[in-house]
């Protein structure tokens, strides 16, 4: 009797816990970057992953206590900014941020990254066709556009540069 309880708790637990992470992302987009030259403006709450060849990343952590802190390897020069930003900057730099509040601006050549999680987004490239593409929630890879494009980044976006 006592291992069928505790089999029945199990799987309540585990039953509410499935729910909470589908509803806590059921709004959630999803932004890929590729071979980027340009940059990219993300504020927003969730996951971000990327790197570039050369450049730097802006990241802010807007809330210290609701996620791990920023990851970035590879940077040849950190530089502390205000308002609680951090500048990182060289070459094959690296860097991650899971869950929580972030805004985080990338500007450099040969940019790829993946963010999952809502907020906003501006992407802006160079005006050569080549300067990579990027796509929102699995749509087709667009180019990145040759001015300032700002998007929303949910579940339900469609964002292209024409």
């Given at each position: 009797?006592?291992?069928?309880?505790?089999?029945?708790?199990?799987?309540?637990?585990?039953?509410?816990?499935?729910?909470?992470?589908?509803?806590?992302?059921?709004?959630?987009?999803?932004?890929?970057?590729?071979?980027?030259?340009?940059?990219v403006?993300?504020?927003?709450?969730?996951?971000?992953?990327?790197?570039?060849?050369?450049?730097?990343?802006?990241?802010?952590?807007?809330?210290?206590?609701?996620?791990?802190?920023?990851?970035?390897?590879?940077a040849?020069?950190t530089?502390?900014?205000?308002?609680?930003?951090?500048?990182?900057?060289?070459?094959?730099?690296?860097?991650?941020?899971?869950?929580?509040?972030?805004?985080?601006?990338?500007?450099?050549?040969?940019?790829?990254?993946?963010?999952?999680?809502?907020?906003?987004?501006?992407?802006?490239?160079?005006?050569?066709?080549?300067?990579g593409?990027?796509?929102?929630n699995?749509?087709?890879?667009?180019?990145?556009?040759?001015?300032?494009?700002?998007?929303?980044?949910?579940?339900?976006?469609?964002?292209?540069?024409?």
């Amino acid at each position: 009797m006592k291992s069928f309880a505790l089999l029945v708790l199990l799987a309540t637990l585990a039953t509410a816990g499935v729910a909470t992470a589908n509803s806590a992302s059921s709004n959630d987009g999803a932004l890929s970057v590729k071979n980027g030259d340009g940059r990219v403006v993300m504020i927003g709450r969730g996951v971000l992953i990327g790197r570039f060849d050369t450049g730097q990343v802006i990241i802010k952590d807007l809330n210290p206590n609701d996620g791990s802190k920023p990851i970035v390897t590879g940077a040849d020069t950190t530089q502390p900014l205000t308002e609680g930003r951090t500048r990182y900057s060289g070459a094959n730099v690296r860097f991650r941020i899971i869950g929580g509040a972030f805004s985080a601006t990338v500007a450099g050549v040969d940019i790829d990254l993946s963010m999952v999680g809502r907020g906003m987004v501006t992407l802006k490239g160079g005006t050569d066709t080549s300067d990579g593409t990027y796509a929102m929630n699995g749509g087709s890879p667009q180019s990145l556009p040759s001015f300032a494009l700002t998007c929303p980044l949910n579940a339900a976006t469609v964002c292209a540069g024409g």
